[in-house]
């Protein structure tokens, strides 16, 4: 039998102090809270840090709608994806200043969300998940007052040439990361287009592209990839749902739909953007601008401009007029006829019926979340699961 001297109190006291200290340095070495639920498919974290990487959205593959509006002090964001059991974060990223060649981090507060997650699997989900969840955000707004979402757009109407490279031999960033590039580095809505011209952007989700609204107190931005260039417009609506908004206004194409109008399923919209055949989100633009006055009055109002276009309306036979728009794809286009997309629109309404969760990969579509930012003080208010019942409120101080 061996034996050992009994130890003495110092020595327990000091062991049990390192031990305390052990703990506390461990919990303070973790860079974000662990996830709070506030309601079912929405969590809030903080993250002091975390691990950019300009290739997160290469696993992604997803599309998504979505709208978004600029009026006065707000902005407001409906991030449409389809009715899946996947949970929603808010997250408050903190400012970081290291004196490393990236420069300064600002302070944001933002959406996100990890695809592959389930609403019961987040207290399962790793730590490296989580560590990198930031790199997929979806809308914000940074201590700048600097606001950025993105949407998709249709990339088959420019023979996809929009997911390779907007300006070769700069720095990479997949599409995915640009909003939580902008949020993190932007001065200021300018800065911020700045700083994309100075990169090279490729992807989307699946085979669509992206394009972004940017904006601050002063002006808002439509930032689209086109012909492998970086085009930006500070003069646009303020409006921005599924298709380019910046187009190729002086093409043939162009001056012949100006001549023309367009028509879009038996329907012709005046004073539009141009729009290409696969355009999505025709008739919700056009609901958002016929509406927009009532967006910048409030984050009240925003909230309630955005539910006019929450995406469930779009399986409802009594809303008019019906959104042919949302069904573009494979052999229909928005000059096809409305009853072209009886037989898809059926299917989809079925499907809406169903509210079955675990319908995969075609579910129905609904808007997940709504959020209002406001400028002057730098808050979100959110309102989730198209409930608009009732809201949360987050500020970034």
Same mark, same amino acid.
């Given at each position: 039998?061996?034996?050992?001297?009994?130890?003495?109190?110092?020595?327990?006291?000091?062991?049990?102090?390192?031990?305390?200290?052990?703990?506390?340095?461990?919990?303070?070495?973790?860079?974000?809270?662990?996830?709070?639920?506030?309601?079912?498919?929405?969590?809030?974290?903080?993250?002091? @840090?975390?691990?950019?990487? /300009?290739? $997160?959205?290469?696993?992604?593959?997803?599309?998504? *709608?979505? #709208?978004? !509006? &600029?009026?006065?002090?707000?902005?407001?964001?409906?991030?449409?994806?389809?009715?899946?059991?996947?949970?929603?974060?808010?997250?408050?990223?903190?400012?970081?200043?290291?004196?490393?060649?990236?420069?300064?981090?600002?302070?944001?507060?933002?959406?996100?969300?990890?695809?592959?997650?389930?609403?019961?699997?987040?207290?399962?989900?790793?730590?490296?998940?989580?560590?990198?969840?930031?790199?997929?955000?979806?809308?914000?707004?940074?201590?700048?007052?600097?606001?950025?979402?993105?949407?998709?757009?249709?990339?088959?109407?420019? @023979?996809?040439?929009?997911? /390779?490279? $907007?300006?070769?031999?700069?720095?990479?960033?997949? *599409?995915? #990361?640009? !909003? &939580?590039?902008?949020?993190?580095?932007?001065?200021?809505?300018?800065?911020?287009?700045?700083?994309?011209?100075?990169?090279?952007?490729?992807?989307?989700?699946?085979?669509?592209?992206?394009?972004?609204?940017?904006?601050?107190?002063?002006?808002?931005?439509?930032?689209?990839?086109?012909?492998?260039?970086?085009?930006?417009?500070?003069?646009?609506?303020?409006?921005?749902?599924?298709?380019?908004?910046?187009?190729?206004?002086?093409?043939?194409?162009?001056?012949?739909?100006?001549?023309?109008?367009?028509?879009?399923?038996?329907?012709?919209?005046?004073?539009?953007?141009?729009? $290409?055949?696969?355009?999505?989100?025709?008739?919700?633009?056009?609901?958002?601008?016929?509406?927009?006055?009532?967006?910048?009055?409030?984050?009240?109002?925003?909230?309630?401009?955005?539910?006019?276009?929450?995406?469930?309306?779009?399986?409802?036979?009594?809303?008019?007029?019906?959104?042919?728009?949302?069904?573009?794809?494979?052999?229909?286009?928005?000059?096809?006829?409305?009853?072209?997309?009886?037989?898809?629109?059926?299917?989809?309404?079925?499907?809406?019926?169903?509210?079955?969760?675990?319908?995969?990969?075609?579910?129905?579509?609904?808007?997940?979340?709504?959020?209002?930012?406001?400028?002057?003080?730098?808050?979100?208010?959110?309102?989730?699961?198209?409930?608009?019942?009732?809201?949360?409120?987050?500020?970034?101080?």
């Amino acid at each position: 039998m061996t034996w050992h001297k009994p130890k003495s109190r110092a020595h327990v006291v000091m062991s049990a102090l390192l031990l305390v200290l052990m703990l506390a340095v461990s919990a303070q070495a973790s860079p974000f809270t662990a996830p709070k639920k506030l309601a079912d498919y929405l969590y809030y974290m903080e993250y002091t @840090d975390y691990v950019p990487d /300009l290739t $997160t959205g290469e696993q992604v593959k997803t599309g998504f *709608a979505c #709208s978004a !509006v &600029r009026n006065g002090n707000f902005y407001g964001r409906n991030l449409d994806l389809d009715y899946a059991d996947v949970p929603e974060f808010v997250i408050k990223v903190a400012a970081k200043d290291d004196g490393s060649p990236a420069g300064r981090r600002y302070a944001s507060i933002g959406m996100a969300a990890i695809l592959t997650l389930k609403s019961g699997q987040v207290d399962k989900v790793s730590e490296a998940e989580l560590l990198a969840m930031p790199n997929l955000t979806f809308d914000g707004i940074n201590e700048n007052g600097v606001a950025m979402n993105c949407n998709v757009a249709p990339a088959v109407d420019l @023979d996809f040439a929009t997911l /390779l490279s $907007t300006n070769y031999g700069k720095p990479r960033i997949h *599409a995915v #990361s640009v !909003v &939580r590039y902008v949020l993190d580095h932007a001065k200021s809505a300018a800065h911020g287009v700045e700083l994309l011209k100075d990169m090279d952007i490729y992807g989307g989700y699946g085979s669509w592209g992206l394009h972004w609204m940017l904006s601050d107190e002063k002006e808002t931005y439509i930032i689209e990839c086109i012909d492998g260039e970086l085009v930006a417009r500070n003069d646009t609506d303020n409006i921005m749902t599924n298709f380019y908004v910046n187009y190729a206004p002086n093409t043939p194409y162009a001056k012949h739909i100006a001549q023309t109008g367009q028509t879009v399923a038996g329907k012709v919209y005046e004073g539009f953007p141009i729009l $290409t055949p696969s355009a999505c989100g025709v008739e919700r633009y056009a609901i958002l601008k016929e509406h927009y006055a009532e967006g910048g009055k409030s984050a009240e109002g925003m909230s309630h401009l955005m539910e006019r276009v929450k995406y469930t309306q779009s399986y409802e036979a009594d809303t008019n007029p019906f959104w042919y728009t949302e069904f573009t794809g494979g052999n229909l286009t928005i000059a096809n006829a409305p009853m072209d997309f009886k037989s898809v629109i059926q299917y989809s309404i079925d499907t809406y019926k169903l509210h079955d969760r675990s319908i995969q990969p075609n579910n129905f579509w609904q808007t997940w979340h709504t959020a209002v930012y406001d400028f002057a003080n730098r808050t979100l208010r959110l309102n989730i699961q198209e409930d608009y019942t009732k809201h949360y409120d987050f500020k970034l101080d």
